[in-house]
């Protein structure tokens, strides 16, 4: 089912739990789909932070089908869709990428959360 490398996702996780982790980011709402430029506007004032930066380059070299792969475990873990859906997340996410969605996955702020949720729903863990 899942159609990006295991090891990648778990790097963005973990990349996602630091960055949110820092007491200087603060993103009051979520925007509702990678198509808002909402997340590139929540992230602007940290786009020099390195684990920022670091997220977005492992993402953005991501072919599109694997993107979309991350963008419907957020929308699988976060409760959007359920594993039966996974087709129909995994195609909303294609409809919807833009080349700001790595901003739209950080401006979520439990998405190491809702990441790894997904990929246990899946039936994977990051170890």
Known sequence: MLDVDLDTVCFLVEKARIFHAQEA????????NPADDWGLQALAAHGEDPTLQEFRMVFN????DQQANVV???WLGR???DVSEW??????A???ATPNTAD?????PLLADYLAEGLALL???CD
């Not at 739209?104 to 979520?108: C, E, P, Q, S, T």
């Open 104 to 108: 739209y996955l950080m401006a979520h």
């Open 123 to 125: 039936g994977y863990h």
């Open 79 to 81: 409760g959007d869709f």
């Open 61 to 64: 070299d991501l072919e599109p």
């Open 25 to 32: 980011v603060v993103i009051p709402d979520m925007p509702d």
């Open 94 to 96: 294609r409809e919807n």
């Open 72 to 74: 419907a475990l957020l």
């Open 87 to 92: 087709e129909n997340a995994l195609e909303t």
